[in-house]
């Protein structure tokens, strides 16, 4: 009896392992082939697409979060493998208002929107830490016998206030994700007494620049290691604020540290045009100084150029967010909160050789902003309407006696359409016969 009983306790234990193992290789399989769509381009727009219509509105268009969490950093509370991304998706979170998409969409679309999260992924991943208690302030030997304390940091945020002594260095490593298309670096502000050194793919990268320094990383996934000597730093010069940002300093991408987290989670203040058709005066990035910026209900938006006369940059999406400009007290741009169709340099502008724009104010008519200006002696008036986030129609308003044929110069960009109502388009121009009324409207499209 004794031995039948040990017998089906052994099988139902090998049963149970067996089960184990079966879900986990399962787990790890459908992980791979989740992680391998990550990379592909036809699988992550079509991810897109289904995050903007059914996420977007919780976790913002961004991935930042809103009443959602921040789905790009590396804290993922409820798993952060693939797999459990996906069956979170699935089954939702009733009591956190999120519902479950299990039966509103099929298993290859859910596992696209998984696809397009992760190539959106920034920061670390699986970081680690360690600390080395060093004999004074001008040690920077490392060795095993110095090592104190040690373990892995599960929000992935580097915590330069885990030291509990007055000598230390300490390592933060781990794999560590940024953007593939562009430049991007570490920085720290008033960071020239900062002993820190940077290893990218177990490479040493060069410090540049005193009292802003930054480190230049690489592009996509890498492997990165920070170390920090404490030094002759004062304890509030410690907790050091690390920020990613692009190649010319002009925006703060992501936060890596906790005290960054902090600071920009104060910089996050989203004006947005959601009944009524919103203006803003406030610095822009990649749009010139001096720009106003117009908010649609219809999901886009445009800034006009005070001193150009110009339209230098359309965007599809939501407003703005005004915290950088706030929180930087006017120094860092405000960020659109959406997609380009295109920004300065490039914009609509009128061909008038040698001639400067003389900008009379705008007034809200109806409720949307119409700006008037005069160029070569000829008064304009321009307002704007959209109906949806595809199309955006330019109306222009010739108010002086002259109603003379003239030229519009438009940006050429992938997926986007001009269309005049008086006139033809050659290529990059626009040449416009007004109406008799001095009428006529340029209108860009923007196919999907």
Known sequence: MINTIRYLCKKTM?????????????????????????????????????????????????????????????????????????????????????????????????????????????????????????????????????????????????????????????????????FKDQVTQIWVQWGKRIDLTVEVNGKQVKREGEWDPVWKLARGKQHLKLSYHSGKNKLNQRNLPLIVTNDDLSIKLFPISTRARAIMAEKKVEVKA???????????????????????????????????????????????????????RGQDGSLPLGDWVFHSPNSVNHQATNTKCMYKGYQMIDQEPVFNYQIAGVEYALTARATNDHRIDFHYQITSATKAPLTINLPQRNKLSWLVSKGKINDSKAFITPDTQGGFTVSAQINK
Not at 292 to 315: D, E, H, M, Q
Request: proline fraction near 3%; charged fraction near 20%; hydrophobic fraction near 40%.
């Open 274 to 328: 959601v009944s009524k058709t919103i203006v803003q005066r406030k610095k822009v990035m990649k749009v010139p100084p001096y720009s106003v910026s117009v908010g649609l209900p219809a999901k886009i938006n445009y800034a006009f150029n005070t001193r150009t006369c110009a339209i230098v940059g359309l965007w599809q999406g939501d407003l703005l967010n005004v915290g950088p400009n706030v929180g930087g």
């Open 14 to 178: 090998l049963s149970m392992f067996v089960l184990l193992a079966s879900t986990n290789v399962n787990a790890n399989s459908l992980d791979d082939k989740i992680v391998a769509l990550s990379q592909d381009k036809k699988t992550t727009t079509q991810g897109q697409t289904l995050f903007n219509q059914m996420c977007a509105s919780c976790h913002s268009k961004d991935l930042s979060g809103a009443s959602g969490f921040n789905l790009k950093d590396g804290e993922w509370i409820h798993g952060s493998q693939p797999s459990s991304i996906l069956s979170n998706i699935k089954k939702g979170f009733a009591k956190a208002g999120m519902p479950g998409f299990d039966a509103v969409y099929s298993e290859a679309e859910l596992q696209s929107i998984v696809a397009y999260v992760l190539s959106k992924r920034v920061g670390f991943d699986k970081l680690t830490y360690k600390i080395y208690q060093m004999t004074d302030k001008n040690d920077k030997v490392i060795k095993a016998s110095k090592l104190i304390k040690q373990g892995s940091l599960a929000n992935n945020f580097a915590d330069f206030q885990l030291p509990e002594i007055q000598n230390y260095i300490i390592e933060f490593e781990g794999d560590f994700y940024t």
